[in-house]
C-alpha cells in the first residue's frame, strides 16, 4: 500500500523523501504514519520496477536532494492498484486508496466502495452474532467495546452509502461528495 500511495502523489508532482514523507502526513493524517525506514525501501523498489525514476533539479544546491518522478510504468502500475479489490477488507488500505480517487472513474469509485461496503455489512454480520453468543460470557466493558464496533461499521456503512449515492448523482465525474456540516450542540462547524 506504500508504494501506491506514494505513486499517488508523484501523479500530482515530483517530490523528494522528505516532501513525500510530509505529504503522506498531510494526506493520510493520524489513519497512517510512515517511516523513512519504510519510505526510502519502497522507493527503491519503485525504481526497481522502473515506475520512479530519479530526477535532479538543475539549482545548484549544496546538499542534492533525490527527486522522484512517476514514470509510464508507474503511471500504469497504479492504475493497476488503484482498482485491485486486494485492499478493500483492510481500513488503512481503504482509506489510503479513498484518498487518490480523485484519479478513479466514477464507476470503478463506486465499484470500490460497494465492495467496502459489502465487507463493512459482513463485519456487521459477525459482530452482532458474537454480541448475541458473548453477551453472558463477557465483562460490561468487553461489551461496551463490541457495541462500540458495531456503531462504528454502522455509521461507516452509512457514510458509504451518502458516497455511492452522491458518485451516482454526480457520475459525470465533475464533483466529488462534499461533508455535510456537522451540527454540535447548536454549533455548526
Given at each position: 500500500m506504500l508504494e501506491f500511495a506514494i505513486l499517488g502523489l508523484l501523479k500530482e508532482r515530483s517530490m523528494h523523501g522528505?516532501?513525500?514523507k510530509k505529504r503522506l502526513a498531510d494526506?493520510?493524517?493520524?489513519?497512517?504514519?510512515?517511516?523513512?525506514?519504510?519510505l526510502y525501501p519502497a522507493l527503491k523498489r519503485l525504481r526497481k520496477q522502473e515506475a520512479v525514476e530519479m530526477v535532479f533539479p538543475k539549482a545548484d544546491v549544496v546538499r542534492r536532494k533525490n527527486v522522484y518522478r512517476i514514470t509510464e510504468v508507474g503511471e500504469r502500475l497504479f492504475s493497476e492498484l488503484v482498482e485491485s479489490p486486494q485492499e478493500d477488507s483492510d481500513d488503512n488500505g481503504f482509506r489510503v486508496r479513498l484518498a487518490f480517487f480523485?484519479?478513479?472513474?466514477p464507476e470503478a469509485r463506486i465499484g470500490v466502495m460497494e465492495r467496502r461496503r459489502a465487507v463493512l455489512q459482513d463485519r456487521l454480520h459477525q459482530l452482532k452474532e458474537r454480541l448475541t453468543s458473548y453477551r453472558e460470557r463477557v465483562d460490561g466493558y468487553t461489551l461496551s467495546l463490541m457495541r462500540h464496533g458495531m456503531d462504528t461499521t454502522e455509521h461507516d456503512i452509512r457514510w458509504l452509502d451518502g458516497m455511492i449515492k452522491a458518485e451516482r448523482r454526480n457520475g459525470d465525474g465533475g464533483a466529488s461528495p462534499r461533508r455535510a456540516p456537522r451540527k454540535r450542540k447548536g454549533v455548526t462547524t
Open positions: 522528505y516532501q513525500l494526506a493520510l493524517g493520524p489513519f497512517w504514519q510512515v517511516s523513512y525506514g519504510s480523485r484519479h478513479l472513474k
